[in-house]
């Protein structure tokens, strides 16, 4: 299985952006599928997680400005960001909950005051 996450950049605060989690070698409508994130010098934190029975939770940082969401059929994971400040700025992971887990390789969002 491998996961590829696309989308980061840099973005001034109030912008938005959308990441994208792209699963190879494994479908994912079975599993739940979530997004971390990891900011410099910080331990890798829960941002938001989509369970294949079709519900949502977030971490209360990110509650009402980041949106997960799925396509079972292509195999993609989203994750819109709305309102991005500051703090926002890190490494994001995907990861499929499956197993002992899978991650993808990190996408970096950088957020400008």
């Known amino acids: 299985v491998q996961l590829q996450a696309s989308g980061g950049g840099l973005v001034q605060a109030g912008g938005s952006l959308r990441l994208s989690c792209a699963a190879s070698?494994?479908?994912?409508?079975?599993?739940?599928m979530g997004w971390y994130r990891q900011a410099p010098g910080k331990q890798r934190d829960f941002v938001a997680r989509?369970?294949?029975?079709?519900?949502?939770n977030y971490a209360d940082s990110v509650k009402g400005r980041f949106t997960i969401s799925r396509d079972n059929a292509k195999r993609v994971v989203y994750l819109q960001m709305d309102s991005l400040a500051p703090e926002d700025t890190a490494v994001y992971y995907c990861r499929m909950y499956r197993g002992l887990g899978y991650w993808g390789q990190g996408t970096l969002v950088t957020v400008s005051s």
């Open positions: 989509s369970t294949s029975t079709g519900n949502t």
């Open positions: 070698g494994s479908i994912i409508s079975t599993y739940d």
